[in-house]
């Protein structure tokens, strides 16, 4: 069992950055990969990065990609979003999620989920 709560949302201005935590409880985090999607009001759950359990692979939607950065510390059981150059369409709430799957992309082989963190951005 992997309990995931995120932290580190809020309201930034275009341009601006924030970092999203992840933190995990349980001694089998580094098993899992790990994802983020975010969820719009009247949109489906989107993928936007992932990292293998080493953190030797990482993946991200071509929307974010080189915006964000995903990475992770199994040390400290956490895994982070930094988001850089954020912009209006970036609203959203953002869920992490695990899974021992490769299919990283792909919500439904996640097998927990955290309660998500709104991020707004201004215009």
């Known amino acids: 069992q992997v309990q995931l709560v995120e932290s580190g949302g809020g309201l930034v201005q275009a341009g601006g950055s924030l970092r999203l935590s992840c933190a995990a409880s349980g001694r089998t985090f580094s098993r899992y990969g790990m994802g983020w999607f975010r969820q719009a009001p009247g949109t489906e759950r989107e993928f936007v990065a992932a990292?293998?359990?080493?953190?030797?692979?990482?993946y991200y939607a071509d929307s974010v990609k080189g915006r964000f950065t995903i990475s992770r510390d199994n040390a400290k059981n956490t895994v982070y979003l930094q988001m850089n150059s954020l912009k209006p369409e970036d609203t959203a709430v953002y869920y992490c999620?695990?899974?021992?799957?490769?299919?990283?992309?792909?919500?439904?082989?996640?097998?927990?989920w955290g309660q998500g963190t709104q991020v707004t951005v201004s215009s």
């Open positions: 990292i293998s359990w080493s953190g030797g692979s990482t």
């Open positions: 999620a695990a899974t021992l799957s490769s299919w990283y992309h792909s919500a439904d082989r996640y097998d927990y």
